[in-house]
Protein backbone atom coordinates (compact mmCIF):
# COMPACT_ATOMS: atom_id res chain seq x y z
CA UNK A 1 0.00 0.00 0.00
CA UNK A 2 0.77 3.17 0.16
CA UNK A 3 2.45 5.00 2.70
CA UNK A 4 5.09 7.75 3.90
CA UNK A 5 8.19 7.87 5.81
CA UNK A 6 9.76 11.19 7.69
CA UNK A 7 12.64 11.39 9.93
CA UNK A 8 11.48 11.46 13.83
CA UNK A 9 11.67 14.54 15.68
CA UNK A 10 11.66 16.62 17.65
CA UNK A 11 14.53 18.73 15.68
CA UNK A 12 16.14 21.63 17.24
CA UNK A 13 17.81 24.05 15.60
CA UNK A 14 19.41 27.80 15.95
CA UNK A 15 18.18 30.37 14.19
CA UNK A 16 19.66 31.00 10.49
CA UNK A 17 20.59 27.48 10.63
CA UNK A 18 19.76 25.01 7.53
CA UNK A 19 17.18 23.19 7.57
CA UNK A 20 16.48 19.15 6.35
CA UNK A 21 13.44 17.00 6.88
CA UNK A 22 13.82 13.72 5.18
CA UNK A 23 10.89 12.21 3.40
CA UNK A 24 10.62 9.12 1.43
CA UNK A 25 7.50 7.33 -0.13
CA UNK A 26 5.81 4.27 -1.41
CA UNK A 27 3.61 4.35 -3.57
CA UNK A 28 1.86 2.78 -6.79
CA UNK A 29 1.63 4.75 -9.75
CA UNK A 30 2.68 8.29 -9.69
CA UNK A 31 1.33 10.00 -6.55
CA UNK A 32 1.80 14.04 -6.18
CA UNK A 33 3.71 14.88 -3.14
CA UNK A 34 3.18 17.52 -0.38
CA UNK A 35 4.34 19.51 2.49
CA UNK A 36 1.99 20.56 5.05
CA UNK A 37 2.57 22.40 8.17
CA UNK A 38 0.51 22.85 11.04
CA UNK A 39 1.19 25.48 13.61
CA UNK A 40 0.90 25.59 17.20
CA UNK A 41 -2.87 25.53 18.19
CA UNK A 42 -4.05 25.47 14.33
CA UNK A 43 -4.88 23.46 11.36
CA UNK A 44 -2.69 22.03 8.54
CA UNK A 45 -1.86 24.26 6.11
CA UNK A 46 -0.09 23.36 2.64
CA UNK A 47 3.06 24.80 2.74
CA UNK A 48 4.07 23.27 -0.94
CA UNK A 49 3.57 20.89 -3.37
CA UNK A 50 4.71 19.15 -6.76
CA UNK A 51 2.77 16.60 -8.77
CA UNK A 52 5.59 14.98 -11.52
CA UNK A 53 8.89 13.74 -10.77
CA UNK A 54 11.53 16.34 -11.15
CA UNK A 55 9.53 19.28 -10.01
CA UNK A 56 10.83 21.11 -7.25
CA UNK A 57 7.80 22.82 -5.11
CA UNK A 58 8.91 26.34 -2.74
CA UNK A 59 6.70 28.38 -0.38
CA UNK A 60 8.19 30.95 2.37
CA UNK A 61 11.80 29.98 1.62
CA UNK A 62 10.98 26.01 1.85
CA UNK A 63 12.22 24.07 -0.65
CA UNK A 64 11.51 20.23 -1.89
CA UNK A 65 11.97 18.04 -4.73
CA UNK A 66 10.30 15.05 -6.08
CA UNK A 67 13.32 12.81 -6.88
CA UNK A 68 11.08 9.39 -8.34
CA UNK A 69 14.37 7.52 -8.09
CA UNK A 70 15.07 7.67 -4.80
CA UNK A 71 11.23 7.87 -4.10
CA UNK A 72 12.28 11.03 -1.50
CA UNK A 73 10.66 14.57 -1.18
CA UNK A 74 13.36 15.72 1.50
CA UNK A 75 12.18 19.45 2.80
CA UNK A 76 15.05 22.10 2.88
CA UNK A 77 15.46 25.62 3.55
CA UNK A 78 18.36 27.56 3.75
CA UNK A 79 17.77 29.57 7.34
CA UNK A 80 15.36 28.71 9.63
CA UNK A 81 13.65 31.70 11.60
CA UNK A 82 11.64 31.18 15.14
CA UNK A 83 8.09 31.26 13.49
CA UNK A 84 9.22 28.32 11.38
CA UNK A 85 8.56 26.36 14.58
CA UNK A 86 6.00 23.82 14.26
CA UNK A 87 5.17 20.03 13.03
CA UNK A 88 5.77 19.51 9.50
CA UNK A 89 4.16 16.54 7.41
CA UNK A 90 4.70 15.36 4.14
CA UNK A 91 2.19 13.49 2.49
CA UNK A 92 0.95 11.62 -0.66
CA UNK A 93 -1.96 11.65 -2.87
CA UNK A 94 -2.79 9.00 -4.65
CA UNK A 95 -5.85 8.37 -6.72
CA UNK A 96 -8.03 5.53 -5.98
CA UNK A 97 -10.75 4.18 -8.35
CA UNK A 98 -13.53 6.04 -6.88
CA UNK A 99 -11.89 9.21 -8.14
CA UNK A 100 -11.20 10.30 -4.88
CA UNK A 101 -7.93 10.83 -3.15
CA UNK A 102 -6.84 11.13 0.26
CA UNK A 103 -3.82 11.65 1.50
CA UNK A 104 -1.17 9.71 3.16
CA UNK A 105 0.62 11.48 5.69
CA UNK A 106 3.68 10.60 7.84
CA UNK A 107 4.35 10.60 11.13
CA UNK A 108 4.94 14.22 11.75
CA UNK A 109 8.27 16.49 12.51
CA UNK A 110 8.64 18.88 15.02
CA UNK A 111 10.76 21.72 14.53
CA UNK A 112 12.13 24.09 17.72
CA UNK A 113 13.74 27.13 16.28
CA UNK A 114 15.85 28.87 18.90
CA UNK A 115 16.91 32.80 18.68
CA UNK B 1 -6.91 31.19 0.93
CA UNK B 2 -10.11 28.85 1.07
CA UNK B 3 -11.08 28.39 4.63
CA UNK B 4 -12.66 25.55 6.39
CA UNK B 5 -13.97 25.63 10.15
CA UNK B 6 -15.29 23.35 12.88
CA UNK B 7 -17.26 23.45 15.69
CA UNK B 8 -17.09 23.09 18.31
CA UNK B 9 -12.48 23.58 18.70
CA UNK B 10 -12.74 21.30 22.07
CA UNK B 11 -15.36 19.17 23.81
CA UNK B 12 -15.53 17.16 27.08
CA UNK B 13 -18.22 14.41 27.16
CA UNK B 14 -19.37 11.88 29.89
CA UNK B 15 -19.08 8.35 28.72
CA UNK B 16 -21.84 7.07 26.98
CA UNK B 17 -23.44 9.96 25.37
CA UNK B 18 -22.92 11.16 21.51
CA UNK B 19 -20.52 14.23 20.55
CA UNK B 20 -21.21 15.92 16.49
CA UNK B 21 -18.62 17.94 14.93
CA UNK B 22 -19.54 20.30 12.59
CA UNK B 23 -17.01 20.63 9.86
CA UNK B 24 -17.84 23.57 7.13
CA UNK B 25 -16.06 25.34 3.94
CA UNK B 26 -16.41 28.78 4.23
CA UNK B 27 -15.90 30.17 0.52
CA UNK B 28 -15.87 27.32 -1.59
CA UNK B 29 -18.14 24.35 -2.43
CA UNK B 30 -16.63 21.32 -1.20
CA UNK B 31 -17.78 18.42 -3.58
CA UNK B 32 -15.17 16.23 -1.07
CA UNK B 33 -14.65 16.16 2.78
CA UNK B 34 -12.44 13.79 4.87
CA UNK B 35 -12.32 13.21 8.16
CA UNK B 36 -8.95 12.16 10.05
CA UNK B 37 -8.28 11.04 13.62
CA UNK B 38 -4.75 12.14 14.92
CA UNK B 39 -3.18 10.18 17.66
CA UNK B 40 -0.69 11.83 20.24
CA UNK B 41 2.82 11.84 18.57
CA UNK B 42 1.27 9.56 15.98
CA UNK B 43 0.32 10.68 12.00
CA UNK B 44 -3.22 11.54 10.36
CA UNK B 45 -5.38 8.60 9.95
CA UNK B 46 -7.89 8.59 7.39
CA UNK B 47 -11.50 7.41 8.91
CA UNK B 48 -13.92 8.35 5.99
CA UNK B 49 -14.35 10.33 2.78
CA UNK B 50 -17.71 11.60 1.87
CA UNK B 51 -18.89 12.89 -1.23
CA UNK B 52 -21.60 15.37 -0.86
CA UNK B 53 -25.35 13.72 -0.99
CA UNK B 54 -24.03 10.14 -1.09
CA UNK B 55 -22.65 7.62 1.89
CA UNK B 56 -19.44 8.07 2.89
CA UNK B 57 -16.39 5.46 2.38
CA UNK B 58 -14.96 4.42 5.62
CA UNK B 59 -11.24 2.87 5.83
CA UNK B 60 -10.58 -0.19 6.74
CA UNK B 61 -11.31 -0.81 10.14
CA UNK B 62 -13.40 2.11 11.09
CA UNK B 63 -16.56 1.43 12.27
CA UNK B 64 -19.18 3.04 10.66
CA UNK B 65 -21.94 2.53 13.29
CA UNK B 66 -20.27 4.28 15.53
CA UNK B 67 -18.43 7.16 13.34
CA UNK B 68 -21.62 8.88 11.64
CA UNK B 69 -20.35 10.83 8.57
CA UNK B 70 -23.55 13.30 7.56
CA UNK B 71 -22.27 15.37 4.36
CA UNK B 72 -25.96 17.18 3.26
CA UNK B 73 -24.53 20.44 1.47
CA UNK B 74 -21.32 21.20 -0.65
CA UNK B 75 -20.45 23.57 2.56
CA UNK B 76 -21.24 21.08 5.74
CA UNK B 77 -20.24 17.89 6.54
CA UNK B 78 -20.53 16.50 10.48
CA UNK B 79 -19.38 13.75 12.41
CA UNK B 80 -21.20 12.13 15.31
CA UNK B 81 -19.23 9.62 17.33
CA UNK B 82 -22.14 7.58 18.97
CA UNK B 83 -21.80 6.51 22.73
CA UNK B 84 -18.30 7.70 23.18
CA UNK B 85 -16.03 6.29 25.14
CA UNK B 86 -12.45 6.88 26.67
CA UNK B 87 -10.60 5.20 23.82
CA UNK B 88 -12.34 7.43 21.39
CA UNK B 89 -10.61 10.54 23.26
CA UNK B 90 -8.39 12.25 20.17
CA UNK B 91 -7.80 15.44 17.90
CA UNK B 92 -10.27 14.67 15.04
CA UNK B 93 -9.30 16.62 11.96
CA UNK B 94 -12.03 17.26 8.64
CA UNK B 95 -10.66 18.49 5.48
CA UNK B 96 -12.48 19.77 2.34
CA UNK B 97 -11.93 19.68 -1.53
CA UNK B 98 -13.16 21.41 -4.12
CA UNK B 99 -13.90 19.82 -7.26
CA UNK B 100 -10.76 20.36 -9.05
CA UNK B 101 -7.90 21.65 -6.27
CA UNK B 102 -6.43 20.63 -3.16
CA UNK B 103 -7.64 19.96 0.43
CA UNK B 104 -7.98 22.54 2.46
CA UNK B 105 -8.14 21.79 6.45
CA UNK B 106 -10.02 22.15 9.26
CA UNK B 107 -8.10 23.63 12.65
CA UNK B 108 -9.47 20.39 14.38
CA UNK B 109 -11.42 19.04 17.04
CA UNK B 110 -10.02 17.83 20.11
CA UNK B 111 -12.68 15.33 21.89
CA UNK B 112 -12.12 14.46 25.75
CA UNK B 113 -14.63 11.39 26.93
CA UNK B 114 -14.64 11.10 30.56
Known amino acids: GNSVTQMEGPVTLSEEAFLTINCTYTATGYPSLFWYVQYPGEGLQLLLKATKADDKGSNKGFEATYRKETTSFHLEKGSVQVSDSAVYFC??????????????FGKGTRLSVIA | GAVVSQHPSRVICKSGTSVKIECRSL??????MFWYRQFPKKSLMLMAT?????????EQGVEKDKFLINHASLTLSTLTVTSAHPEDSSFYIC??????????FGPGTRLLVL
Open chain 2, 95 to 104: SARPLLGTQY
Open chain 1, 91 to 104: ALSAQRNSGNTPLV
Open chain 2, 27 to 32: DFQATT
Open chain 2, 50 to 58: SNEGSKATY
